[in-house]
């Protein structure tokens, strides 16, 4: 009997459950599709490339669901709170007539039975297909091929789906009883008439808070856009930020406070436009609804900064990474050694726990580079099994070069020669975003010797430069920020004084593929001062850093020679001649690995960026979507009147979209307006590791949330439409 | 020329109908009074001519006739009563009249133009210029002040924004109501609210102003105000108004009052020229006869 009232119910108050269950359905199915991740990695052949990924990311993606979840369960009560509000008369009358509460009780959690089972029979029945789709979506993230496609079902991701979805169901659940069991009989019979109070606004106050918002959020603007993004947690730089979001975070809400009022008044002010068709009850009906939703679409326009910001964020990281990363891997394999300076071989072996005290190592900083491929002779592959053997990287060694860093502080001296913060006051600029470090003022550039480039450009295969006795160039693969300030100095023909010798530019720009040492994703190279070999001998600089670049014998991106690099190989100590430790091998990378980590940092990013902002803007537009259902069956009343007065039920739809309309897109334009400042800052960051490229994901990713966002927006207008042609029709009962 | 037309219109129907016609008939109380009422001075042609008017709900075997042939005509300028018990399908005649509800048969002329016929589109653009709506909870729109309520039918048909102001601050002003008109409804008074409703009704100058219990929801007092607001509407904007109503009270502030019972009229009275309490005497003896006969207590 209860059962056959809740379905009842559920069937009747269809309208208002439609939405919770849409959201809900659309929750099980996104929850359920990217929780298949791992099986679909393993599919789209992502994982012999990258063994852990599906792991690695899987249980990322694990994670973020549980978070999602707990996002959804409170949009879901916020959800069911509406529906449960327009219902409570119903509630009471259960009990006038004689139900326990407990009997009410049990009908409201068979009602939530119902859809929450509907949702997930829905919700598994949708993710099924999308995660089929996905694995093709998956593939090309990862620019990989598809390799065993087949039909499948991930019973680990249906029992997340199925957890959240109870946790979601048990906390509406604890909410709605909580509704029954505190509710007086005659609050619930009255709760329509408690409703209708509607408070106004002295619209000029509004209008005023509204102006205040707005001068917040500008003066935040102009203070983000001045101070920048804070780097290396300077506590200032951190203090500043922080009043900055402060401030915008305030003038977004006085803004939503205030809009209605504002508008109200600026239209009021066109006495012509406002005392015109149903344009006065438009606006009467904005700013009437303003004191429920003003919070709410501040708290909206804040989620959906959020979302962009980090998606476009995320997603130009990748895109900076994808175009970067062929001129980052002119060769087959880089490896390379980071020498000790004198300091920290003082240090070291002075510290027992280091050398090892008597009897110990002993540390040195090097008097000149050592040998990189004789030096990695010394290596063993699968050191401690039966199959160890030394490493030969000569064997597989078509052509190398190697290129000798130097450090620009001499021996003995405290100071380098060359910093970037001298040549930004050389130029006149200021130091680039993010390389505001404290360490700015000891921070040298490396330099190399002319007779070493020119070897290096010929291992390139590019045209060999000619520096002379006085000439300099700079070197750095880093990107716009940091290029320009070489740039300026190049082109500005900066006469460099490098330990008494007076140095020119020998050219106009720098040459950004000719600058790279290492393969990596992104830029490694902040800058290398190119002089002749004779002040590079005279100065008596402390080698730094040196370089081995490798092409293969066995041609470029020979897999067997990949599988050699990347077996499993115990480094040896650099020592040199006298058996001092002088240094550590650095980062070594082979292109492929280069690549592969790449497309595999990319769909990670890709993955979450879309994940999370998919989920987001979904709960946004659902909220939004629940108000503005809720506002209009409200003012259902009012739409009948208006109907008896004259008005076509097209002019009232009409008045409903203009409501509506600047419900949903005022969130949307201040949280553009707000991302649209802080990428502007990122951005500057960004370049940094070689320039922003927003790239057609971002376009796919945001056409599939003006989608979702757009498509709740279009069914909250349809079903408002429905709701008012029910309320003009409904007639007076004599 | 009223009497015809009433005879014509609100007699044949109790000649027609059979069995009950001749009881019926016999307890119509004589014919009132003969002199003519002053509006018919005014206009010749009826403003409001209801003919042979059947509404009928359900379906099969579940039938309920609301209205049964009912026929009468109004005059320009009339101020009209329509009194019956609840359920005597007085309300289904107002919401027929007023093309809220559609006839299941029958004619309904509006200013000569049968509403009866007119396609959606016509009708709300008819509603909106040719009726007004007063009803027993005030209807005004609770997120609009009074002005801009009263402001509200015109600025729908697009009068323009100077000359609606200054017909609502007129209408206002005759209606004692200029105090409020800058008040949201849930500021004023349930008596404020019914005279801004018919400042509302009044300001397009409709055809006719249908008023549907209008003192229902309210106090002797505040009744009594708004009564004699729709006195003034009708004495010096010669404003048509029908008034549905279970009060006899608010039945003799009218000139005619139509008795309604199952759905047909059951008689009619004239005030004539006699003073409002002898009228409200008479209403009270028709009340109590047709109370007499075993139907509801008005």
Known sequence: MLCKLAFGNVRRAGRDYLVYLLTLTLAVTVFYAFNTIALQIDMAGVSEQNPGMGETLGGIISGLTIFLAFVMGFLMVYANNFIMKRRKKEFGLYQVLGMSRGQVARVMTLETVFVSVAALVLGIALGLVLSQLMVFFTASLFKTQISNFRFFVSPSALLMTVGCLAAIFLVTLVFNLRVVA???????????????????RNPWISAAIFVVGLAAIVVAYVRLLHDGLPYDGQPEGMRVFLITTCIVIVGTILFFFGLSGFLLKVLQGARGLYWRGLNMVTMRQLSAKVNTVSFSMAVIAMILFLAITSVTTGMSLASVMDSTVERGTPVDYTTSIMYYSQKIADEWNADPTISGGEGGVTFAAPTEPVDLMAMSANQTLYADTPDAQPFDLASITGSYVQVDAYDSTPRGADAPLVTLKGLCDAVGMPLPAGTESSDVDTLGLQVISASNYNEYLAFRGMEPLDVAADGYTLL???????????????????????????????????NEDASVFVNSMMGMNSGTLVVPDEVLDALDLPPYTSYLLVNYAAGPDDPASDAYLNADRRYNDVTDGAGNIVGGWGTEATRSTTYESVNSMNGLISYLAIYIGFVLVVACAAILTIQQLSGVSDAGKNYRILSELGTSTREIAHSVLTQQ?????????????????????????????????????????ALIFVIAYGGYFCVTYLMSKGIVRDAVRARHVG | MDQHNIGAHSAKPAQVA????????????????PSSPAPATRAVAPVLDVR???????????????????????????????MGASG??????????????????????????DVTAMKPAKLTRFRREQLGFIFQDSNLLDTLTARENIALPLTISRVPASEALVRVEDVAARLSISGVLDKYPYQMSGGQQQRVAAARALVTNPAIIMADEPTGALDSKNARLLLECFETMNRDYQATVLMVTHDSFAASYTQRVLFIRDGRIFTELRRGTSSRQDFFNRIMEVVAMMGGEGSDAL
């Open chain 1, 661 to 701: 309309t600047i419900f949903f897109i005022f969130p949307v334009v201040v949280g553009i307006a707000h991302s649209a400042v802080a990428l502007s800052v990122i951005v500057d960051l960004i370049e940094l590791f070689g320039g922003l490229t927003i790239g057609g994901m971002v376009g796919f990713t």
């Open chain 2, 88 to 113: 005597s399908g007085k309300s289904t005649l107002l919401n027929c009249i007023s093309t809220i509800d559609a006839v299941t048969s029958g004619n309904v002329y509006i200013d000569g133009a």
């Open chain 2, 52 to 82: 042979h008017v059947e509404k009928v709900y359900g379906a099969r075997n579940n039938v309920t006739r609301a209205l049964a042939d009912v026929s009468f005509t109004v005059m320009r300028g009339e101020f009209v009563g329509i």
């Open chain 1, 182 to 200: 505190r509710a007086k009989v005659v609050d619930l019979m009255s709760a329509s008439r408690q409703n209708e109070t509607i408070k106004a």
């Open chain 1, 476 to 510: 750095s693969d880093m990107g716009a920020t940091v290029t320009d300030v070489y740039d300026a100095v190049l082109e500005q023909d900066v006469e460099l004084d490098v330990g008494g010798f007076k140095l020119h530019p020998v050219q106009a720009r720098v």
């Open chain 2, 18 to 33: 059979g069995g009950a016609a001749s009881r019926v008939h016999m307890t119509i109380p004589n014919p009132t009074v």
